[in-house]
């Protein structure tokens, strides 16, 4: 029975040492600064450095890779994380994004962070200091949702001025 456990150990090991010939790459884009959220107006620079410690590592092309993403088959987990989580909203793109855009990806950065799901918790579990405290999650949320207003009063201006270009007015501004 010894023997059997004994020969098992060693096939698990000999397949952990050939899979790390097989590693998937990592890359970190190159990006034009300008783009980057921390250029987006009015962003309070204690919530820049807030995201960027707890979630740049999935949403921006500035990826710390932790040493253990060196190791098959962990690495494939860790990149494929960081590639959906940039595919879904990338910070290092912001400045790309349609107002549109931006607006839906602050209401969903409110849910998220307001629910205790972003960082994803196997993210919190090896990093402790992205376990937000009450006094963070409130002020990543307070940026998303005065954001959002600010946004809709700009909306609203916009399409208010483009009406009144639209309504023929005469030189005198009383009705024909
Ligand atoms: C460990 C990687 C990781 C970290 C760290 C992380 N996220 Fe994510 N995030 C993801 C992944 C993966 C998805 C895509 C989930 C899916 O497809 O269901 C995602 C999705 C999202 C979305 C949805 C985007 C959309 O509209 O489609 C938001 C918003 C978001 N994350 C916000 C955050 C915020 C804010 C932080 C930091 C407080 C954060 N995330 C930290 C991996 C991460």
């Known amino acids: 029975m010894k023997k059997t456990f004994t020969r098992i150990g060693v096939v698990l090991l000999g397949l952990f040492v050939v ?16 783009a980057s959220v921390r250029n987006y107006k009015g962003i309070p620079p204690e919530v ?14 500035e990826t710390h890779w932790p040493w253990y993403s060196n190791v098959t088959p962990v690495n494939y987990l860790i990149v494929n994380d ?19 855009k931006v607006h839906s990806l602050l209401d969903n950065i409110y849910d998220q962070v307001y629910n205790h799901e972003m960082p994803l918790p196997k993210y919190r579990l ?14 990543i949320c307070d940026w998303a949702s005065g954001e959002q207003d600010r946004l809709d009063q700009q ?7 483009s009406d009144q270009q639209k309504v023929p007015h005469d030189s005198t501004g009383t009705k024909k």
Not at 49 to 56: L, P, Y
Not at 82 to 100: A, C, D, H, I, Q
């Open 48 to 61: 820049i450095s807030k995201m960027e410690a707890v979630c740049f590592d999935c949403h921006s092309n």
């Open 82 to 100: 960081v590639n959906s989580g940039r595919r879904r909203m990338n910070f290092s793109e912001w400045g790309n994004y349609s107002p549109g």
């Open 155 to 161: 909306a609203e201006m916009k399409s208010e001025t």
């Open 126 to 139: 090896l990093h402790p200091a992205a376990r937000l405290t009450d006094a963070e999650v409130k002020m």
């Open 19 to 34: 899979a790390q010939f097989f590693r998937p790459e990592r890359i970190n884009p190159p990006t034009d600064p300008a």
